[in-house]
């Protein structure tokens, strides 16, 4: 699933926005959860969301404006994508409208 949020900060401001929400992502997980991170290229953040016994693989590209988050929801919560879909797109949106 692609979801695209279009932002007006410029690639390096919302990828600086984006590295300072991360810390706090796992305190928004409902149910709760944990969330692996890492930068294999500098405007592409590889992510691993684990809840409910399943894995989240999702990936952010940051675009001067906007981001586009490629998730990959397992067989087992398909039925979630929905609220997966809103969580990703809200938790990303709070992070860019908040200055660090």
Same mark, same amino acid.
């Given at each position: 699933m692609d &979801? =695209? +949020?279009p932002h007006s900060l410029g690639r390096d401001e919302a990828k600086r926005r984006v590295e300072a929400g991360l810390p706090k992502l796992e305190q928004h997980i409902p149910g709760g959860g944990t969330v692996t991170a890492?930068?294999?290229e500098p405007y592409r953040l590889d992510m691993r969301i684990d809840v409910m016994g399943q894995s989240i693989p999702t990936q952010l590209l940051i @675009? @001067? #404006?906007n &981001?586009? #988050?490629t998730v990959s929801v397992p067989m087992m919560l398909k039925m979630m994508s929905g609220p +997966?879909? =809103?969580f990703i797109r809200?938790? #990303?949106q709070k992070?860019?409208?908040k200055p660090v």
């Open positions: &979801i =695209d +949020i890492h930068w294999p @675009e @001067e #404006a &981001i586009r #988050a +997966i879909s =809103d809200g938790s #990303a992070m860019l409208t």
